[in-house]
């Protein structure tokens, strides 16, 4: 006799499944374990006592010989009404997100497939499971209302207050019947386990302004990873990353020290823009004082080549002609001491009576002008 069931496997195991009572409405209520197989006697007893109720049976007499001669055609009725029980119960029909797990006295026999199934009553049970549903597990304090599930501790030794929700179907029924005794609450500490694995190797900041995505992407991979190695035959559909605060009893404090990192960020980035700022115009004033000391030595070494190029020029005529040579050095001496100052001129060939005044013709020249 096939019956439906929510998660609790074949024994009426706790754990079942919150969304699969409305999809089972309108079904025959589901048996929550083997079912006592009846008493084939005592079912034809009642039924003859029902057939011969209807049909006027009692009385002794012509009345006693016509229930006589009726008793074979109730026996029949009787047969096919049991013929009738038992292939209601043998039957099935299963949707197309259904499936069933046949047990035959109690051992896995086969799974039943969407469609008309045969299950012999009362050797061979039907168990069905609906594979294709989605069944959502919320976690944290918003979820269950068990305010530590949410608590966990960061990486870098804080804690974060998070609500999420994992979301989940059946993909072996097998394995989802026979090898999880409570899969609600397998579900719930596998998720619980691995949400705390990832964020205990994360830091606290980047879990609540960025890391939300790939943090629910590793935490869903890790569980699903575990319930395979249980050969639990559920897959993870999804994980929803709801909420992720500090706990509310230090909220406030937090969002202080929030603040404070602002301001010190803010801080940081003016002081380093003021620090790129100097170190800019430090490097210009230095590239600016190394040219002109650049040009300052090149303009040195040429005047020092220049001048040696000029001694060694007049050193050369000077050696051509060295008694001109020391005559014209002689007069151009002379020429720059004696130009800027009055001067007077004695002839000596006059015994040094005769005294003419020198005219400076600049003077001369400057009068006239005036």
């Known amino acids: 006799m096939p019956y439906n069931s929510n998660s609790g496997g074949p024994w009426g195991g706790g754990g079942g499944n919150r969304g699969d009572d409305d999809q089972n409405k309108g079904q025959r209520p589901p048996n929550r374990g083997p079912q006592p197989v009846p008493d084939i006697d005592e079912l034809m007893r009642k039924g003859q006592e029902k057939i011969k109720g209807i049909m006027g049976g009692g009385g002794g007499g012509r009345g006693g010989a016509d229930a006589g001669g009726m008793g074979k055609g109730g026996f029949a009725l009787i047969a096919l009404a049991v013929v009738g029980l038992w292939a209601y119960n043998s039957f099935y029909?299963?949707?197309?997100?259904?499936?069933?797990?046949?047990?035959?006295?109690?051992?896995?026999?086969?799974?039943?497939?969407?469609?008309?199934?045969?299950?012999?009553?009362?050797?061979?049970?039907?168990v069905v499971l609906n594979v294709t549903s989605e069944r959502t597990e919320n976690i944290g304090v918003g979820g269950s209302g068990r305010g530590s599930e949410g608590l966990m501790l960061t990486g870098d030794e804080?804690?974060?207050?998070?609500?999420?929700?994992?979301?989940?179907?059946?993909?072996?029924?097998?394995?989802?019947?026979?090898?999880?005794?409570?899969?609600?609450?397998?579900?719930?500490?596998?998720?619980?386990?691995?949400?705390?694995?990832?964020?205990?190797?994360?830091?606290?900041?980047?879990?609540?302004?960025?890391?939300?995505?790939?943090?629910?992407?590793?935490?869903?991979?890790?569980?699903?990873?575990?319930?395979?190695?249980?050969?639990?035959?559920?897959?993870?559909?999804?994980?929803n990353f709801d909420k992720?605060?500090?706990?509310?009893?230090?909220?406030?404090?937090?969002?202080?020290?929030?603040?404070?990192?602002?301001?010190?960020?803010?801080?940081?980035?003016?002081?380093?823009?003021?620090?790129n700022t100097v170190l800019a115009q430090a490097r210009g004033q230095s590239a600016q004082l190394l040219q002109e000391a650049e040009g300052y030595r090149a303009q040195v070494v040429n005047i020092a080549q220049g001048e040696a190029s000029r001694f060694i020029?007049?050193?050369?005529?000077?050696?051509?002609?060295?008694?001109?040579?020391?005559?014209r050095l002689y007069l151009e001496t002379m020429e720059r001491v004696l130009g800027d100052i009055e001067k007077v001129i004695i002839d000596e060939a006059s015994g040094g009576q005769g005294v003419v005044p020198y005219l400076p013709l600049n003077q001369l020249q400057s009068g006239g002008s005036n």
Do not use: C, H
């Open 158 to 239: 804080n804690i974060i207050d998070i609500d999420f929700q994992l979301v989940w179907n059946i993909d072996d029924p097998k394995n989802y019947l026979f090898k999880l005794e409570d899969p609600q609450e397998t579900i719930r500490a596998v998720a619980e386990s691995a949400m705390r694995e990832v964020v205990g190797r994360s830091d606290l900041a980047p879990i609540l302004n960025r890391d939300r995505g790939a943090i629910s992407q590793e935490v869903e991979e890790l569980v699903q990873v575990t319930l395979n190695s249980y050969d639990s035959g559920i897959n993870v559909v999804r994980l």
């Open 244 to 275: 992720a605060d500090p706990p509310t009893e230090v909220i406030d404090y937090f969002r202080d020290v929030q603040a404070a990192e602002q301001d010190r960020d803010t801080s940081e980035k003016r002081a380093d823009a003021y620090a």
């Open 313 to 327: 020029a007049v050193y050369n005529e000077y050696a051509k002609a060295p008694e001109v040579t020391r005559q």
């Open 93 to 126: 029909t299963l949707k197309e997100e259904e499936r069933s797990v046949e047990l035959f006295l109690g051992e896995f026999s086969k799974i039943g497939n969407p469609g008309l199934n045969f299950a012999p009553w009362p050797l061979v049970e039907a």
